[in-house]
């Protein structure tokens, strides 16, 4: 995916958490993921968005894995 098209994604995502806030775990979740996947390609991810994730996950820590 191209990094404009994953920069729009993200843009609307962060727009859709302002008009419905109770939504803001899923919307971490995929905000996450975009961002997971920039990575993945080798993408740089703006700091600002870096900054958004590290936020969020403060709010919504991640699960640790189950033990096996």
């Known amino acids: 995916?191209?990094?404009?098209?994953?920069?729009?994604?993200i843009?609307?995502?962060l727009g859709e958490?302002?008009?419905?806030?109770?939504?803001l775990h899923e919307l971490?979740?995929?905000v996450h993921?975009?961002?997971a996947q920039m990575r993945a390609t080798g993408m740089d991810?703006?700091?600002d968005l870096v900054e958004?994730?590290?936020r969020l996950l403060a709010e919504f820590p991640?699960?640790?894995?189950?033990e096996a």
Do not use: R, S, T
């Open 28 to 30: 971490y979740q995929q």
């Open 45 to 47: 991810v703006p700091a």
């Open 11 to 13: 843009g609307l995502l």
């Open 33 to 35: 993921q975009e961002l």
């Open 52 to 54: 958004l994730e590290q």
């Open 17 to 23: 958490m302002n008009d419905q806030p109770e939504d």
């Open 62 to 66: 991640l699960a640790p894995p189950p």
């Open 1 to 9: 995916m191209a990094f404009e098209q994953l920069k729009a994604q």
